[in-house]
Structures are given as structure tokens and as C-alpha cells.
């Protein structure tokens, strides 16, 4: 039998009917594809009154503390790849709330092509770009979760650039693939210029470019290249991998936009949150992660047995893993609710490890 994930593998120290709770919202949100309280309480497989089901999912925000290295290291275990180099991605998300402004800052892991989900995130309480102590303090927490991790790649968009941050990257031996603006000042023959000029030759559908240059007191390389638009996107990374590879990784970054797109809308609709405490906020932030893993490892767990439809016209599968996962989850939701409600805490991961065949045996 394929596993979501081992029983030994999820181990959150909480007390049983708070470990429960936990399963259950994570499932109501992706029953009820919402993270409202009444919407979510609404799937409960219980005795009690939605008035009482919306208390304990309230009196759990209120009181339960989640330990982010413990949550990101459930993440990866539920996914599977506890053990396995990590491809990373940097980027914020942010949307407002009358006159709140939520602006998140996350570090996602990429799931072997299938999907990107959340490992570490903070809520940034301002508008606007993260500050590189922003950024190293959200690594430095990932490197303490989990002392062994290796990363294979980390990758992010135009806003995050700045001379410290390039100079922890390298201090940490990250090897990044970050995209940089076109005026970015790089060093040439003891003068400052704009990276864009370098590039200036190439046409749509020319071969990339690769230079090594040196850059904030290091000698990186920079790779750059025309859209199909005509746009000049340019890489600047501190490997020294043959210029379609480094393309090809910086490409990966889009299945973290695709993130958003499923937690905001798509998926579990976040921006409905009435939630504007920043402590609630990185706790429903936390189970909206897990539930997204939940997602694509069942999506993976389907696939296999019944194949997502290719489309060769696009180069792409029909439906996301995410989206797959997503739509059989809610298909056996409300029985896997209803054991869950019915069961102890322990026989709680039991039930979701071989929840696939739930609908395989009818």
C-alpha cells in the first residue's frame, strides 16, 4: 500500500484532542476549500454543535503554540523527502484586510517538479520588500530546524539583492539563482556598469549569454537571455553550471507563484481570513502549509495508480499535482473526518496514511 505518510514520521508533542483538532481544520480547510471558521467547523464529523466546533477551532488558535521547526520538519516528512537535498524558493505574498496590510515573506520547498510548498515564513509587518536580516533570519531558522539540510538551489526574483545578502549566501555555500535588475552596477575594468549593457546583442530566440563578473567583492557569474516578449532577464548565480541549466532552475521560481495562486484562491481562498494577529496569522499560515502537502502528496499517491492526462500541445499535465491531490481529498474527506472524529489521537495517522484506498474499496 502507497502511504501519505508513516505513522512515526508526524510527531508534534501536543496534547491528543489538540493533535486532532489540528487534522481536522487542516482537512476542513481543504473540504470547504476556505479557511473560515464556520466553513471549516461545518465539516466536523462530531456530536457537538457548529457553535461549539467553531469554539474549539477558535480556543486552538488561541492557546495552541506551533514550534516552526517542528512544523516545517512534519512538512518534510509528510512529503517525504526528510532526508533529501532541498531546492528552496524566496518570495513574499501579501494582501490587505480593511486597513491591515498582511505581508508575508516565505521560503518554499519544490517537491521533485510536483509542486511547491511552505517550510518557513514571517510575517513582515510593514509594507513592502523584506531587509536581508529579514531574509537570513527566516534561513537561520531552517539551518536550526534542521541542522543536516543540504541545499541544492535557492532561487528568487528581482527584489531580493543587496550586498549582505549575497555575501551570507556565499558564506553559507548556497548556490543561488537569483534574477537582478537590468541597472544593477556590476564591476568592469575598474568602473561601474549597468548589467543590461552587457546584453545589449542579443535578439528573441538568440543563444544566452553567459559572464563572469565581479559583484559585490565576489567573482559570479551572470547568464542572461531574451523572452520570447523581447525582455532581457538576466541571472546571477555562484555556480558555474553550462547557461541553459542555470535558465532552467531560475525557471522552477514560478511554481512558488503558483503557491500563492492555490493558497489565496485556487486552493483555500486565505485572503478570506478575518485573522489580523500576527500570532493566528503564522498558525493558520502553518496549517495551510501541511495542508498543501497533504495536497500534492495524494496528488502523487493518485497519479500513480490513475496517470494525470498529458497535454503535448502545452507541455503540460492537465491538472497540477496540487489540484489533483486537492479534488480526491475532497472526495474522501467527510469519511476520513468522520473516523477521525470517532478515533484516538494515535490511530489519528493510521487512518490518513491509507486514506487513498478509502475510495479504492468502494
Known amino acids: 500500500m502507497t502511504h501519505l505518510f508513516h505513522p512515526h514520521t508526524i510527531q508534534l508533542g501536543w496534547h491528543p484532542s489538540r493533535t ?46 506551533i514550534d516552526p521547526a517542528e512544523m516545517s520538519r512534519s512538512i518534510l516528512n509528510c512529503l517525504g523527502i526528510q532526508d533529501a537535498p532541498l531546492n528552496l524558493v524566496l518570495d513574499r505574498t501579501n494582501w490587505e484586510f480593511g486597513e491591515k496590510s498582511i505581508n508575508y515573506l516565505v521560503l518554499a520547498v519544490q517537491v521533485h517538479g510536483l509542486g511547491v510548498v511552505p517550510l518557513m515564513w514571517t510575517e513582515l509587518s510593514k ?23 543540504q541545499i541544492t538551489s535557492l532561487t528568487a526574483d528581482r ?22 535588475k537590468q541597472n544593477r552596477l556590476v564591476d ?18 538568440s543563444s544566452p549569454r553567459k559572464l563572469y563578473k565581479a559583484i559585490d567583492g565576489y567573482d559570479l557569474t551572470l547568464v542572461g537571455i531574451l523572452s520570447k516578449d523581447g525582455e532581457l532577464i538576466v541571472i546571477l548565480t555562484n555556480t558555474d553550471m553550462a547557461s541553459k541549466k542555470v535558465l ?12 500563492f495562486k492555490n493558497l489565496k484562491h485556487n486552493g483555500f481562498n486565505l485572503e478570506e481570513t478575518h485573522m489580523k494577529i500576527p500570532e493566528r496569522l503564522g498558525k493558520l499560515m502553518a496549517i495551510c502549509a501541511f495542508a498543501t502537502a497533504l495536497c500534492i502528496r495524494m496528488g502523487r499517491v493518485k497519479h500513480v495508480r490513475h496517470p494525470i492526462p498529458y497535454k503535448k500541445s502545452v507541455k503540460s499535465y492537465l491538472y497540477s499535482f496540487f ?9 474522501i474527506g467527510d469519511e476520513v473526518l468522520r473516523l477521525i472524529a470517532s478515533l484516538k489521537c494515535k490511530e489519528i495517522i493510521a487512518v490518513l496514511s491509507s ?8
Not at 575594468?189 to 542579443?202: C, K, N, P, R, T
Open 323 to 331: 489540484q489533483y491531490g486537492l479534488n480526491h481529498l475532497r472526495c
Open 20 to 65: 486532532k483538532c489540528f487534522f481536522e481544520i487542516a482537512l476542513g480547510i481543504i473540504q470547504s476549500q476556505s479557511v473560515q471558521m464556520q466553513r471549516i467547523a461545518a465539516h466536523f464529523k462530531d456530536d457537538t454543535s457548529l457553535k461549539g466546533r467553531v469554539q474549539r477551532i477558535y480556543r486552538f488558535f488561541v492557546d495552541q503554540e
Open 355 to 362: 486514506c487513498y484506498d478509502l475510495r479504492a474499496k468502494k
Open 127 to 149: 509594507k513592502g520588500n523584506s531587509n536581508t536580516s529579514e531574509r537570513t533570519t527566516l534561513l537561520d531558522e531552517l539551518f536550526a530546524a534542521i541542522p543536516y539540510v
Open 188 to 205: 568592469w575594468s575598474g568602473e561601474h556598469v549597468q548589467a543590461g549593457s552587457f546584453f545589449e546583442h542579443l535578439s528573441v530566440g
Open 248 to 259: 532552467s532552475i531560475y525557471k522552477t521560481r514560478w511554481g512558488i507563484e503558483c503557491l
Open 159 to 180: 527584489e531580493f539583492i543587496g550586498k549582505n545578502w549575497v555575501k551570507y549566501l556565499m558564506k553559507k555555500d548556497i548556490p543561488f539563482f537569483i534574477r537582478i
